[in-house]
């Protein structure tokens, strides 16, 4: 039972799984401080209102507190944007000059009788007049 334990953990999934856990959370500080230190100050200075958490809607008695939901969404477009420019493009480009290039299909085939290449769409040799098959 714990070798079949340790043989799941020790796998490589699991190890790179909270390997990036772990460099998530930390990505994570790194984002909210750029967004509370530096983005919302700038929309604050652009848009007048650096926070909507303000902004309640009273109906009936009840508090809706949609500002609240507004700052959420910001927040996430904001992350959104930093991880998709600042992670996911770099590492999709790298991983593009990376990859090998894909072969390319053959144009031309050896003549069975002279060896000579020959286009694909040919029914003859152009050396040696054989039929080609």
Known sequence: M?????????????MDLAVA???GAAFNGIV????????????AAVGGKPDF??????LHGGHIRYGNFMNAVVNFLIVAAVIY?????PMNRLMARLKPAAPVAPKTKPCGE??????????????CAQPVA
Request: glycine content about 8%; aromatic content about 6%.
């Open 32 to 43: 909210t401080s750029l967004v509370n230190d530096m983005l919302t100050p700038l929309i």
């Open 53 to 58: 958490g303000s902004l309640i809607l009273n």
């Open 85 to 89: 420019f600042g992670v996911v493009l």
């Open 114 to 127: 002279c060896l000579s290449e020959i286009p694909l769409a040919a029914r003859r040799c152009a050396h």
């Open 2 to 14: 714990l070798k079949g334990f340790r043989d799941f953990i020790l796998r490589g999934n699991v």
């Open 21 to 23: 856990v772990i460099l």
